[in-house]
């Protein structure tokens, strides 16, 4: 009889413990507040966008001219460069072999033609046509024209392999500043690399990338106000200035920047100047929350068509 007892207290508590854990598993558990507090609208009516920061007319990738061994570098990151200053160099042994083989070859035809010429000379100073025929004359003035071809095309590949030479020092396309390298001396530099060698922006004046959803696009005017936040301070907000509206809607880039990495969003690219904040440090690449004003209302305020 105690058995049978025992058995039925152990079912309820069973069932007791399983439903209060059902009840525990279904509850919500509060919800915390954010660490940093959400940016709030600055205008009663806008448009919201993620922003990245640039250099003003965008950051410049630096590629190499052809694939090979990077034998020096001439700039770090935070270097002022100018342009046409050098960046970094790759390996041009081969070409310099080249250019000593080509170099003598030119030599050899300009040696052919000085000959030649003598020779035409010499033929025309004889005016008896009993030693000399025009016809040989003639032959010598061909001669002398191929040897001229020669030679000059001889030149052409000197020139060329000069200028290939120097096409492997890399130079600065315009002044600015290094943001990042990404090559370094003794590593084999791809022409594809996933990576720009160099990275070169003006950080004296920056920009603002902001991306707008292509379903707002059509509330967005050019030439309107915008203000944006950077991550992790919304306690002082950065007034842009409107610059011009990237006429071609792309897909949305990842969180990361990575243009390989996407998502099924579309934007529209709005860029924005502003002046850099006294007091507060601000990189290229950093991300904003971004604000931008508009006189139209959202497209659900509008009024409805209904079908009878």
Known sequence: MLHKKAT???AVLGVAAAAALVMRLNGQSPVAD?????????????????????????NVAIGVPQAGLVTQVHAKVWDQVAAGQ???????????????????DAV???????????????????HDPRAVSAEEVRTKENDVLVARAQWEAARARVAQDRALLDRLTVLAPRAGTVL?????????????????AMVLGDLEHLQVRAE??????????????????????TSQPIELTFVRIEPYVVP??????????RV?????????????PAGRPVYVGQQVDVFVKSDLPLASAAPRLTMN
């Open 86 to 104: 050098p960046l970094f160099t790759l390996d041009g042994r081969e070409r310099q072999a080249q250019l000593a083989v080509d170099e003598a």
């Open 8 to 10: 039925v207290y152990f």
């Open 264 to 276: 099924d969003t579309r934007v529209l690219q709005v860029i924005y100047s502003f002046q850099r």
């Open 212 to 233: 707008i959803d292509e379903q707002n696009a059509p509330r967005l005017q050019p030439g309107q106000s915008a203000t944006a936040y950077l991550k992790g301070d």
């Open 180 to 196: 990042q390298v990404n090559v370094r001396p003794g590593e084999y530099a791809s022409a594809t690399p996933k990576s720009a």
């Open 34 to 58: 954010p660490a940093i507090p959400p940016a709030a609208r600055p205008y009663a009516v806008g448009v919201a966008a993620s922003g990245l920061v640039e250099a003003l007319s965008d």
């Open 252 to 261: 949305k880039v990842s969180l990361t920047g990575a243009s390989t990495e």
């Open 108 to 126: 050899v035809a300009e040696a052919t033609l000085r000959r030649l010429r003598d020779q035409l000379a010499r033929l025309r100073d004889v």
